[in-house]
């Protein structure tokens, strides 16, 4: 597992694929428990420890996590969450180039719990709740093209469903319509960059994920800078 920032009050975890950050009707061990056992292990807590979700990633992307280490820094966490005061940033490979290749996407996303899909409609229906992001493309390889995205709202598989909606889906992503899957059964979508102001220290917190080793040809981008 690994820590890229802890402090009393949070701590951030670069996510691997595959993991998920809280438990699930799967039965698999959840990212928070790992978390509660390296903690205990770490500090030789002899009770309970508190690990607390601020916010999820699905299961096959990788990058930031950030929880909560005391109930006071996870009420104002959620708190942050719903206002819309915590940036987060994101990486995606797509096979497609955008276009235009800097752009904002506006839809209204439905969601089949029982198929966990969801579907990104140009117009507004009933019982679709309104998505949008922007993106701008950022780099090239001879197959693949690096998309930074940045969230407006937070809907279930949002990038994933709105990219997919114009073409652009992301590599490895066979429910949004890639062709192939990875290797790992990972997509190549990173939660690359968070920042925030601490909920009890109100300084700013600015955190990079590295590139994956994965992310053949990108890896010369991997200069951890505030984006």
Not at 14 to 34: C, H, M, R, Y
Not at 98 to 104: L, Q, V
Not at 207 to 215: D, I, L, M, Q, R
Request: aromatic share 8%; charged share 25%; with cysteine.
């Amino acid at each position: 597992m690994e820590v890229v920032y802890e402090d009393n009050h949070i701590i951030i975890v670069n996510k691997a694929p595959g993991e998920i950050v809280q438990g699930d009707k799967t039965g698999d061990t959840p990212l928070s428990e790992t978390l509660k056992g390296w903690l205990k292990e770490k500090y030789a807590k002899p009770g309970n420890v508190f690990v607390g979700v601020t916010h999820r990633l699905d299961r096959p992307v990788g990058g930031l996590v950030v929880f909560a280490k005391t109930s006071k820094a996870l009420a104002r966490m959620n708190e942050m969450f719903r206002n819309g005061e915590v940036k987060k940033t994101y990486w995606a490979l797509t096979r497609n180039m955008p276009e235009p290749t800097e752009g904002r996407l506006e839809h209204y996303i439905t969601t089949v719990e029982r198929t966990n899909k969801s579907t990104a409609w140009r117009e507004p229906r009933q019982g679709a709740k309104r998505a949008a992001l922007s993106y701008r493309h950022i780099a090239s390889s001879e197959r693949f093209h690096l998309l930074e995205i940045n969230l407006e709202t937070g809907r279930k598989h949002q990038i994933r469903v709105q990219l997919s909606a114009i073409g652009c889906p992301i590599k490895g992503d066979l429910k949004y319509g890639d062709k192939r899957s990875n290797p790992d059964g990972s997509i190549s979508l990173l939660a690359r960059h968070i920042e925030f102001i601490h909920p009890v220290s109100k300084e700013k917190i600015s955190v990079t994920a590295p590139v994956p080793e994965s992310w053949k040809g990108f890896a010369h981008l991997d200069n951890p800078t505030d984006q």
